[in-house]
DNA sequence: ACGTAGTATCACGTTGTCGTTATGACGTGA
DNA sequence: TCACGTCATAACGACAACGTGATACTACGT
């Protein structure tokens, strides 16, 4: 939260961008992220808790269901513009590396 | 390199993007960018590596010179975006303080 | 009021990352 | 070949992050 790096420390955990993925059809509680990721309750918990410091996600009470949702879909295209230039990356590396050889 | 969170983790540390945004407007030597930021010559050049093998930099030895550039200038488009994402956040975190209280 | 399901947090061990200091390697010019 | 500037690497300590198991908290139904 405090600097960029900050914010993109948040994406940069798999099991984090995971539960993040859990999240893009819609809002879920968190045994559903436990169920559907298969990480512990406890792990699952924490990671969604740093998301919504990041305020990444929302998180919505609902009788003694907590549900957590995506508050900017803006994210996934972050997401897959990091993708896409991580793609980009490797396609320079074996260019580079068939230069040589 | 490998996934898209180990992608992420290049740009999460305050220093390595201080690097990398030394080296914006131009192709910059080893100790030009030492300059520029103030750290450590050790740091910056274990930052540069790290950079390098992200993808996100191209080195180029010239005499007893190392210059670095970044290859796809598209990354701060990246940073731009992330930027965006996360003051957006904190608005919307604002917002909900504000409707609280 | 009690038990239970769902969620959060604590304490802990493990591992990874950052920064520094010191040293090694390389190219260049004298 | 020697000294120097430039860059890379090794070794180390400090610290943060991750994951787990156990435990607390809360809301609900009975």
Redesign the pocket.
């Known amino acids: 939260m405090e600097s960029l790096a900050d914010y993109f ?1 948040v994406f940069s ?4 961008l995971t539960v993040l993925e859990t999240l893009r059809p819609g809002p879920l ?3 559903a992220v436990v169920e559907k990721t298969g ?5 699952v ?6 998301l919504t410091i990041a305020g990444v996600v929302r ?1 919505r009470p609902e ?4 549900f957590y949702e995506v508050i900017d879909k803006g994210v996934f295209q972050l997401l897959v513009q990091a993708r896409k230039l991580m793609l980009a990356s490797r396609r320079q590396q074996l260019d580079a590396l068939a230069a040589i050889l």
């Open positions: 420390k955990e798999p099991n984090r509680n968190v045994t990480l512990s309750q406890a792990l918990s924490k990671h969604l808790k740093l998180r009788g003694s269901l907590v």
